[in-house]
């Protein structure tokens, strides 16, 4: 196993990635990097500060004759995302990685290795070493804990920050720049109910919609799958209009930001309505199959006769949370005008759930736009109120929107080119990343995000591009050389 990492190009990146290695750092765990990283401010005389959120900050001037230059934050995040092959031993909190070099690649031994973000670390720290570079006024931010809620990111306070130009190093695919992401808002809704007997003369029959694909709900959800809760209600308000029908309980989907891929339903119908419910529920299923063929194969929607329910809601209750979920916008809901394929505003309608005593529905807004997400946010919170539910926002970040027009894209996309030869891609996300969070206490900083390529992020087979990362690297140089003038 080759474990001289110190070996490889470009030597000062490498040199603080395997120092960086050694140190133990998983999210909230992130005592140790960050005395590192002062301990090293302090031995090049770098002027510092760690802020009360715990994220270090380092601050270098220009070099001779860049002082014109727009000032550079490069920012990475300290901490790592622990996990381990089950039959691994080893302490996170305590155990130096055992990264080496694979072939073309660096990775590490049964463990994840960190290079989410250290190599953007390594990166800012060898560019903060080096007085032979040419550069404009540079910031280095270390955010803390980006892995489990983004919390340094959130804890940044404005007036921190100089420079008008903000570079993320972490992304996975060299050649990529990102320049957009999405924020989000919970919704949450909840509505108490008496419970009441069920009534005689009716039989139970267990409903559930099963098979659908699922995925992330910000990074597939221009995927257009089926969502099983808006299927649910599609079928139940169905049979309602063709029969007496009670509901005693439902339970739908489940992680917020999880597309939701079953929903189970108990309801109640007449004795003599059952064999008409179970031909509406096999009808629905074609239905549904036919709807959603070209993105899902295994939808599965069936009733079966159950043992009978004790209690059902008030049937105005029933009748209310039929109409609101499906009234409830649900997946894309616009388009992004700057990017093409870009969704940039989406619900996720995640999770329904009956308890007895309360039903509850959460759902998750995104949007690359602060006003279209508060809007849409308020559209369903209106749709929910109407059902009589209490509803409350929370979790609200910002996204950060795609401008074609940016200085540092401009910039960046000619040093690529003269480097390479040819344009990089230029994309965005519909999830949330630090650059979001960070741009809203710097409303008009200027951001790109970008990094060499990393395989398999979060998981013990993580590894990174060796030769991506000198390709990252030299791009990285030549864009503070070029920054542009202020
Ligand atoms: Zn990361």
């Known amino acids: 196993m080759d474990k001289n990492l110190k070996s490889l190009n470009p030597t000062l990146v490498w040199k603080h990635f395997a120092e960086i290695v050694n140190i133990p750092r998983p999210s909230h765990s992130e005592e140790k990097i960050r005395q590192y990283l002062v301990d090293f401010a302090v031995a090049h005389g770098i002027e510092h500060k760690v802020d009360d959120a715990g994220n270090v900050y380092m601050k270098k001037g220009a070099t001779a004759g860049m002082e014109d230059r727009k000032g550079i934050v490069l920012q990475a995040h300290v901490d790592m995302v622990p996990q381990k092959?089950?039959?691994?031993?080893?302490?996170?909190?305590?155990?130096?990685?055992?990264?080496?070099?694979?072939?073309e690649w660096v990775t590490a031994n049964g463990t994840t290795l960190g290079a989410d973000n250290g190599i953007g670390v390594a990166a800012i720290l060898a560019v903060l070493e080096d007085d032979t570079l040419v550069h404009g006024p540079?910031?280095?931010?270390?955010?803390?804990?980006?892995?489990?809620?983004?919390?340094?990111?959130?804890?940044?306070?404005?007036?921190l920050l100089q420079g008008e130009i903000l570079l993320n190093l972490d992304?996975?695919?060299?050649?990529?720049?990102?320049?957009?992401?999405?924020?989000?808002?919970?919704?949450?809704?909840?509505?108490?109910?008496?419970?009441?007997?069920?009534?005689?003369?009716?039989?139970?029959?267990?409903i559930s919609v099963k098979g659908c694909k699922g995925g992330h709900s910000g990074i597939q959800i221009i995927c257009q799958r089926a969502n099983a809760n808006k299927l649910m209600f599609r079928l139940l308000r169905k049979l309602s209009a063709?029969?007496?029908?009670?509901?005693?309980?439902?339970?739908?989907?489940?992680?917020?930001?999880?597309i939701p891929r079953e929903c189970v339903a108990s309801v109640l119908v007449k004795s003599s309505d059952v064999e008409s419910a179970l031909a509406i529920v096999a009808e629905f299923e074609q239905v549904a199959q036919a709807e959603y063929a070209a993105v899902e194969d295994s939808i599965s929607i069936k009733?079966?006769?159950?043992a009978p329910a004790a209690d059902i809601f008030p049937d105005s209750l029933a009748k209310a949370l039929m109409a609101a979920m499906v009234a409830c916008p649900d997946g894309v809901d616009k388009m992004s005008m700057a990017m093409e394929g870009l969704v940039q505003t989406s619900n996720n309608m995640a999770r329904v759930v009956s308890d007895g005593n309360t039903i509850k529905v959460q759902t998750l807004v995104r949007s690359s736009v602060r006003s279209e997400k508060e809007a849409l946010a308020d559209a369903i919170k209106a749709t929910l109120e109407f059902a009589g539910f209490n509803v409350v926002l929370s979790g609200s970040y910002d996204g950060w929107n795609p401008n074609m027009e940016s200085p540092i894209l401009k910039a960046m996309l000619s040093s690529y080119e003269a480097l390479y030869g040819k344009r990089p891609a230029v994309t965005a996300i519909h999830a949330g990343l630090e650059c979001g969070i960070i741009g809203s206490n710097y409303p008009g900083l200027d951001m790109i995000s970008f990094g060499p390529t990393i395989c398999y992020p979060h998981s013990p087979d993580e590894k990174v591009e060796i030769a991506s990362v000198e390709k990252f690297y030299d791009f990285l140089l030549h864009t503070l050389a070029n920054a542009p003038k202020k």
């Open 171 to 206: 992304s996975e695919t060299e050649g990529e720049l990102y320049v957009g992401c999405a924020g989000g808002t919970d919704v949450n809704a909840s509505l108490e109910y008496q419970a009441e007997a069920a009534p005689e003369g009716f039989e139970t029959l267990e």
């Open 85 to 103: 092959n089950n039959d691994k031993v080893f302490d996170f909190i305590n155990d130096p990685i055992e990264a080496y070099i694979d072939g």
């Open 303 to 306: 009733a079966q006769k159950i």
């Open 242 to 258: 063709q029969m007496e029908l009670k509901i005693a309980s439902v339970d739908g989907g489940g992680l917020r930001n999880a």
């Open 138 to 159: 540079i910031e280095g931010l270390f955010t803390a804990t980006e892995e489990t809620g983004m919390d340094g990111a959130f804890g940044l306070k404005g007036g």
